[in-house]
C-alpha cells in the first residue's frame, strides 16, 4: 500500500540515525551523573550528612505512564493499533533522551556540564508527556519522519516555556496542567490545524473503533489512572506535599469517574455509555488539579473540581469536538482539547484561585514548602495568583505561535505524509501479515467472519457474537466466492464496517 512519496525505506533510517548520533554525541561531551547517581558522590554524600538509600528513590511509575498508558489510549482506532503503540514508542524514546538535553540547559548546567538524575529522568518523562499529547491530535494522519520533527520542536519548545513558568515567574505547576497538559493540546491543536485535509472524509470508515480495540484502549486508561497520582507527586517536596498531592489527586479522579458516566449517560438519548467517553473524560480530573494538587486544595475541593473536569470533558467530547472540526477546520483524533486542553485550563484556573487565597494560618511552616516567596514575605499570596494566571496566558502563546510555525514545517512534502485517502491505516508504514486463508476479492471489501458461539476446532476462524458487530453489518452482504470454508461457517463479505 505504500506510495513511493510514503516509503520509509531511506528517510525514517536517516532521521533516526542522524539523532541518535547527535544525541550520544552530545551526551559523551555534555552529561555526567548527579550527586545522587554517581558512585562515589553518593557514597560521600551519604557518610558525611548521614542519609539513607531510601532518599535515593527510584522512578519506575513514570514510564508505565508514557510508553503503556499513554500507547494504549490510542490504540482505539480499527486499523492504527500498530501506528498507534509503535509511533507512541519510538517518539517517546527520542523525546526523553532530547528532553534530558534541553532541560538540562536550562536547569541542570553546572561547570559546564548537565548533571542528570533520576529528577532529570522524571522530567523529561513529564515533557514527553506532552509531545505524545500532541500526537493524539494528529494521529493517523502524519508519518514517522513528520511525528519525529515534531518532536525536536516541541521538546525544545517546552523546555524553553517551562523555565519560563517556573524559574522566571516562578509558578507552581507540579503535576503539569499548564506546562504537560495545555501546552501540548494546544500545540497539537493548531499543528493538526494547520495540517488541515481538506479530503480527509475519504477515510472516515477507518476513523472509529470497533469492540476490541476499545478494549485495548481501556487497558491505556486503567494504568493511567492507577499511575496519576504518582505523577502529580512526582517533583513535589517530600513529606505531607507529596501525601496531599497523592491524596487530592485521587479524589479529583474518582469524582471525575462519577460525573463521566453520569454525563455521558445524559447526553444519550437511550441512556447509554459511550466508551469513548470513559476512556477519556474520566481522566481528566488527574489533569485538572495539576497545578493545585501540592496545594491545600482539601478532600471536598478536589472532588469539586474532578466532577467538573468530568462534565466538561465528556460536553466535548460529545457537543465540542464536531463543532470545532465543522467551523474551526480541527482535526482533532483523539480529542485532545477535551481530555488535556480544557481541563488543563481549568487546572490553571484552580491553581491560580487557590493560591491567592493561601495564609499562614492554613499552611503553617508548610508554606515554605508551597510557595517559599510568600513564606519569606518577598511576595503575596494575591501576587502569586496573578503569577500563575500569567504563567496560562505565557503557555498558551508559546503553544499557539510554536504551533503554527511548526505546522508548517511538517507541511513540507519531503516528509511521506499519507494521502487523504488512507489516513488511519497501518498498511502504509507497517507490515501488516494478511490472514493466508482468507483472500477477499477487492481491496474495499471487508472479511467478515461470523462463528456463533466458540471457534471451530480447526482453530482458524474467530467467535464474534451477533450483538458485538451490530445489526448495521448484516444490512448488504454477500457470500465470498469459492471459499472452502467450513460448511458450519457462515462467511460473509460486508463492505461497510471492519472488524479485522
Not at 493540546?185 to 477507518?206: D, H, M
Not at 472509529?208 to 517536596?237: K, R
Not at 493466508?436 to 480447526?458: E, N, R, V
Request: charged residues 15%.
Amino acid at each position: 500500500m505504500s506510495s513511493h512519496k510514503t516509503n520509509m525505506r531511506l528517510k525514517l533510517p536517516i532521521v533516526c540515525i542522524i539523532l541518535e548520533l547527535i544525541l550520544i554525541i552530545l551526551f559523551g561531551t555534555l552529561v555526567v551523573y548527579d550527586k545522587e547517581t554517581d558512585a562515589k558522590k553518593w557514597h560521600q554524600v551519604k557518610e558525611k550528612h548521614n542519609e539513607s538509600d531510601v532518599e535515593n528513590d527510584f522512578y519506575y511509575r513514570y514510564p508505565m505512564m508514557i510508553f503503556v498508558g499513554f500507547g494504549f489510549l490510542m490504540t482505539f482506532l480499527k486499523r492504527y493499533g500498530f501506528g498507534s503503540v509503535g509511533f507512541n514508542f519510538l517518539i517517546a524514546s527520542f523525546s526523553l533522551q532530547w528532553a534530558t538535553l534541553m532541560q538540562g540547559f536550562l536547569h541542570g548546567m553546572k561547570g559546564g556540564k548537565i548533571h542528570i538524575g533520576v529528577e532529570s529522568m522524571i522530567n523529561a518523562d513529564f515533557c514527553t508527556g506532552s509531545v505524545l499529547i500532541s500526537f493524539g491530535a494528529v494521529l493517523g494522519k502524519t508519518s514517522p519522519v513528520q511525528l519525529m520533527v515534531m518532536a525536536v520542536f516541541e521538546v525544545t519548545l517546552f523546555a524553553v516555556n517551562e523555565f519560563v513558568i517556573l524559574s522566571v515567574l516562578e509558578a507552581k505547576d507540579a503535576g503539569g496542567s499548564m506546562t504537560i497538559h495545555t501546552f501540548g493540546a494546544y500545540f497539537g491543536l493548531v499543528v493538526t490545524r494547520i495540517l488541515f485535509r481538506p479530503n480527509l472524509e475519504k477515510s472516515k470508515q477507518r476513523n472509529g473503533s470497533v469492540y476490541h480495540s476499545d478494549i485495548f484502549a481501556m487497558i491505556g486508561t486503567i494504568f493511567l489512572w492507577m499511575f496519576w497520582p504518582s505523577f502529580n507527586s512526582a517533583v513535589t517536596a517530600h513529606g505531607d506535599d507529596q501525601h496531599r498531592t497523592v491524596m487530592n489527586t485521587y479524589y479529583s479522579l474518582a469524582s471525575c469517574t462519577l460525573a463521566t458516566f453520569a454525563v455521558s449517560s445524559l447526553v444519550n438519548g437511550e441512556g447509554k455509555l459511550d466508551m469513548v467517553h470513559i476512556q477519556n473524560a474520566a481522566l481528566a480530573g488527574g489533569v485538572a488539579v495539576g497545578t493545585a494538587g501540592e496545594m491545600m486544595l482539601t478532600p471536598f475541593g478536589s472532588m469539586i473540581v474532578g466532577f467538573l473536569a468530568g462534565t466538561i470533558s465528556t460536553l466535548g467530547f460529545r457537543y465540542l469536538t464536531p463543532l470545532l472540526e465543522k467551523k474551526l477546520k480541527i482535526q482533532d483524533t483523539c480529542g485532545v482539547h477535551n481530555l488535556h486542553g480544557m481541563p488543563g485550563i481549568l487546572g490553571a484556573i484552580v491553581g491560580a484561585i487557590t493560591a491567592s487565597v493561601a495564609t499562614a494560618d492554613i499552611y503553617g511552616e508548610g508554606m515554605q514548602d508551597v510557595f517559599p516567596e510568600v513564606y519569606s514575605g518577598a511576595s503575596t499570596a494575591s501576587w502569586q495568583g496573578i503569577r500563575q494566571a500569567i504563567s496560562l496566558a505565557v503557555t498558551l502563546g508559546f503553544a499557539l505561535v510554536g504551533g503554527i510555525i511548526v505546522g508548517f514545517i511538517l507541511k513540507l512534502p519531503i516528509f511521506g505524509s499519507p494521502p487523504d485517502t488512507i489516513c488511519f491505516e497501518d498498511e502504509i508504514y507497517w507490515e501488516v501479515r494478511p490472514v493466508p486463508w482468507l483472500k477477499p476479492q477487492t481491496s474495499t471489501q471487508l472479511a467478515l467472519l461470523l462463528s456463533i458461539g466458540s471457534p471451530l476446532p480447526d482453530g482458524k476462524h474467530r467467535a464474534v457474537s451477533r450483538a458485538v458487530i451490530g445489526e448495521q453489518c448484516f444490512k448488504s452482504v454477500v457470500p465470498i466466492p469459492g471459499f472452502g470454508g467450513p460448511p458450519t461457517l457462515l462467511v460473509f463479505v460486508a463492505t461497510e464496517l471492519s472488524i479485522i
